[in-house]
């Protein structure tokens, strides 16, 4: 008995060191998930058929706002106070890192779904559900809880909340463009035009050209006239027209990959950052606006997936095997290929020396459960219900892994 309460005090010791219990690191990684299921519930009883003032064409809205304007907003106000040149040479390595999360996520996603057999429709559902982690939403919580700790192993709070939620903000912009070409196609609907397949005898093998159901939010696309304008701009115009859907720049190119592009057009660029961005720049009106309107999308992103599941997290066709291949994947294979990912680039010189908040969000960007923008587009793709179960598991789970691993995190840095 005695040599266990000496290990006990050692072990908290030496945690001690590092800037709190291994408690008190448990405590910041549980609070977060706690917010989120906190806000899943609330949507769930919005949705549920006692309250019912959240249906699914409600939610599938709400999708669409946060998309078209919310998560815009978000990007544009934190990522763009937050970049300047000096900084995207200094940070080039958070966007690099969030690509090869995919990559090795994928990868690892791509494996498990080989050995597990998910059915039919949804082989690349759990590549997608393994590979996208959460870079945006839980971290920014995450790390708010974190720094609000006076005790905090990363030292000044307000410090330690600035540069972590800039590192975070730098890394989303690349998550938006992953998400809007990557994971959309991923998640297209099989040849039967739809995910379910129970309902297959609908005569729609042959699909129409025209956009699915689920497209149409974001791939309207109106046809236009082909008259022969034999003038030379008529000409160019045609041409530009002809390459922007063969490109399909219009799939690319939504609102949140332009929001990322003009924040870093105008962060990188000071006399437009003082005009716009700075808080006491003529236009930072516009900017307010932005940050008040970014605050809104995790929690109706949030209440919306809680939403749906409203029919229960164990209505979807995945089954057992398939959800339980999911989380282990996501939780207990991806974070350390992650590691290693990280600790590989700091022995080659790749990151700011002695910066241990920017070594702890490279780490978080593989640690964190399966996104929950990829669950909205999910949902717009026509397997959100399947999504949403993967969601709520995930994170049940992610409670006692991202607790688990961050302690791990903390003790490697410090």
Known sequence: MGNMERLLLSVLAESQAGGGSVLTTMKFAVLPIAKVFTMCFLGFLMASKYVNILPATGRKLLNGLVFSLLLPCLIFSQLG??????????????????????????????????????????????????????IGN?????????????????????????????????????????????????????????????????????????????????????????????????????????????????????PPIIASILAIIIGCVPVLKRFILTDDAPLFFFTDSCIILGEAMIPCILLALGGNLVDGPGSSKLGLRTTAAIIFGRLVLVPPAGLGIVMLADKLGLLPAGDKMFRFVLLLQHTMPTSVLSGAVANLRGCGREAAAVLFWVHVFAVFSMAGWIVLYLRILF
């Open 138 to 254: 839980v971290p920014l919580v995450l790390i708010a809880a974190l720094c609000r700790d006076k005790s905090n192993p990363f030292g000044d709070s307000n410090k330690c909340r600035q540069d972590g939620n800039a590192y975070i903000a730098f890394g989303q912009w690349v998550g938006a463009i992953i998400l809007y070409t990557y994971v959309f196609q991923m998640l297209a609907p099989p040849p039967e035009g739809s995910f379910e397949i129970e309902a297959g005898n609908l005569p729609i093998k042959n699909p129409p050209k025209n956009c699915t159901p689920e497209q149409a939010p974001l791939l309207t696309q109106e046809p236009e006239s082909m008259d022969s304008n034999k003038s030379k701009g008529g000409k160019i115009k045609g041409f530009l027209t002809f390459l922007y859907e063969k490109l399909k720049l219009k799939q690319i190119l939504q």
């Open 81 to 134: 106070r937050s970049v300047s040149l000096q900084k995207i040479i200094e940070w080039w390595f958070i966007p690099f890192n969030v690509i090869l999360a995919t990559i090795s996520g994928s990868l690892i996603g791509l494996t498990v779904a080989s050995v597990v057999r998910p059915p039919y429709p949804f082989f690349k559902f759990t590549i997608v559900q393994i590979g996208i982690g959460n």
